[in-house]
């Protein structure tokens, strides 16, 4: 019995779902041909031409029509099957209504897997060679059509104006055309009673004047006033060339793609190649920064860019021996003094704090630093750069080392080579921070590229998946409203899918912002509706007993009947 039922039920889905599925297409069509009529007429297009443009754009449509027409036939025909009581009698034989709805969700399934092979396949082909057909008709110019009363500039370096036009014989009456000095030719000025149109090829137009004077503007070859020569004809013939006014095709091949005209794999694979690149510009960053050295120090020359000559005439070799003690010195050596330096002041670091400490915020040394974009940090009570330098005059003066906030300037002993050592650090604190600023720039937008992609190819599965969806919606609606009529179906359908569509559109924005994940947000709505439809399936397929308004009616019931 329920087999039977069954078909019945997919017989009752298909009028429906076939007059959804051609009017929605209808209404597709028609917005289309509204939005971009302006780009068609006036041309001169081959009909052929016009019909690929519509044939290749009809692919979306199907996208879009076919989920909408699943949803407003499903309404249909459960809202029919509760209408006429078929609902009461299948619970009176025992049968559970959500069994009903098992046929029409497996053809949804169906319908989800076709649409997203679709999607896959024939979608981004139809997308490139509808967009490429969309580039030559707008880079096509308009076609020769003169009105009346009306400038027309549609060929290079001539404007024309008709006063009258008679449309039985073709004739112009009261014409003025503008023709601008181009190569050979000179400006002038024509105006004649009367003309008429000759075609001799597509290519070639020919304008015969009749009745009319001519003013020619001769260059004077250098002079500073042109000569200007004027004169009457009865017949004078123009011809002009037309060919830059027909339309001409690209290979659709030729031109790029974008995410709607590219397969998901395509797009996958230009995701990870946009992640390679990201990871390549990391370790070019790292390296540029210097974090992949322990003492990023050691690789520079430590001789002062200009000593102190009395430092040096009074010591000749001190700041070379201290260069040459602080480069034999080891890490380990380094790290012995400094953890002496601090045990000395009654604290205990480990050896990361060191370091932290000893580089503090200039960069100086290693990952652990962060960069400072001022050098020197200007702490209350320690030595800034101004301090720094008041030191270093004083330094100069007493020939002692100065004292520093930061560790690693107090293990050497030369007060100018301390300020050298700052002033690298400093400026090494200001170049990790332009780097900086341009890797997070780049990785930043690489990301919102591969967000695009993803977005796209999450797009190819939930808009189909809508099919299922909306199969479990309407189904409990129709059983549950007991109204099968085109006009409600099309009344709740409508707000439905005026809520998904929203939430798509919506979510595509949100994750392009990087605010959601892409997945997310081309999924979240379906997540919504799917356990709304499961809820409303388990309201349907509850006993009827325990359905609070049927307690209410049996109550009803029993208090009419005569005690």
Same mark, same amino acid.
């Given at each position: ?98 069994r009903l709805i098992y046929p029409i969700l497996g053809i949804s399934v169906l319908f989800f897997l076709g649409l997203a092979a679709f999607s896959n396949e024939v979608l981004p082909e139809a997308n490139h060679k509808a ?218 670091? =480990?050896?990361?704090?060191?370091? !932290?400490?000893?580089? +503090? %915020? &200039? /960069?100086? @040394?290693?990952? *652990?630093?962060? #960069? $400072?974009? =001022?050098?020197?940090?200007?702490? !209350?009570?320690?030595? +800034? %750069? &101004? /301090?720094? @330098?008041?030191? *270093?005059?004083? #330094? $100069?003066? =007493? ?165």
């Open positions: 019995m329920i087999q039977r039922y069954s078909l019945d039920i997919i017989k009752k889905h298909t009028g429906p779902f076939l007059l959804c599925f051609f009017s929605l297409m209808l209404l597709l069509l028609m917005q289309f041909l509204v939005l971009h009529v302006d780009h068609l007429v006036g041309k001169g297009l081959p009909f052929a031409i016009v019909a690929e443009l519509i044939l290749t754009n009809l692919a979306y449509m199907v996208v879009l029509a076919v989920p909408m027409a699943v949803l407003v036939s499903t309404v249909i025909a459960f809202g029919k099957i509760s209408e006429w009581n078929e609902l009461t009698a299948i619970r009176a034989a025992g049968i559970n209504p959500v967009r490429s057909l969309f580039i030559d008709i707008r880079m096509a110019k308009p076609g020769f059509d003169l009105k009346e009363g009306v400038f027309y500039e549609g060929i290079n370096g001539y404007a024309f104006l008709v006063e009258e036009i008679d449309h039985e014989s073709g004739t112009l009456y009261d014409l003025t055309i503008l023709q601008e000095a181009r190569d050979s030719r000179n400006r002038a000025f024509i105006k004649a009673k009367e003309g008429r149109l000759q075609s001799e090829n597509e290519r070639i137009l020919s304008l015969i004047l009749e009745d009319g004077q001519m003013i020619r503007y001769v260059s004077s070859g250098g002079r500073n006033e042109d000569t200007i020569e004027r004169s009457r004809f009865s017949t004078y013939r123009m011809s002009f060339d037309l060919s830059e006014l027909l339309f001409s095709r690209v290979n659709p091949e030729q031109r790029s793609r974008n995410d709607r005209t590219m397969s998901a794999r395509a797009m996958l694979a230009v995701a990870d190649s946009i992640r390679t690149q990201t990871e390549r510009e990391f370790q070019r960053f790292l390296e540029r920064s210097g974090q992949k050295q322990t003492m990023p120090f050691r690789r520079f020359d430590m001789t002062p860019l200009s000593p102190r000559s009395s430092f040096q005439s009074e010591t000749p070799s001190t700041a070379q021996s201290d260069i040459q003690v602080v480069e034999a010195q080891g890490d380990t050596q380094i790290e012995a003094q400094v953890e002496a330096q601090v045990e000395a002041q009654g604290e205990t670091l =480990t050896n990361a704090q060191i370091d !932290t400490r000893a580089v +503090g %915020e &200039t /960069g100086i @040394a290693g990952e *652990t630093g962060t #960069a $400072d974009e =001022t050098g020197i940090a200007e702490e !209350t009570g320690t030595t +800034g %750069e &101004t /301090g720094l @330098a008041d030191q *270093t005059r004083i #330094a $100069d003066q =007493t020939n002692t080392p100065l004292q520093s906030t930061y560790l690693a300037l107090n293990i050497l002993d030369d007060p100018y080579l301390q300020k050298e050592i700052a002033d690298r650090a400093r400026n090494s604190s200001i170049r990790y921070d332009s780097e900086f600023v341009q890797f997070q720039g780049n990785t930043r937008h690489n990301r919102s590229r591969v967000t695009k992609y993803l977005v796209e190819v999450h797009k190819k599965w939930s808009i189909p998946f809508a099919s299922v969806i909306f199969v479990m919606l309407g189904a409990p609606i129709g059983l549950l409203t007991r109204k099968g009529n085109l006009g409600f179906a099309a009344l709740v359908s409508a707000v439905i899918i005026a809520i998904y569509f929203s939430s798509i559109i919506q979510g595509e924005r949100l994750a392009d912002r990087l605010v959601l994940t892409p997945f997310w947000g081309m999924w979240g709505i379906n997540f919504v509706l799917f356990f709304l439809g499961l809820g409303l399936m388990g309201w349907v397929g509850r006993p009827v007993e325990r359905i609070p308004w049927f307690k209410r009616q049996q109550s009803n019931d029993n208090a009419l009947k005569p005690s």
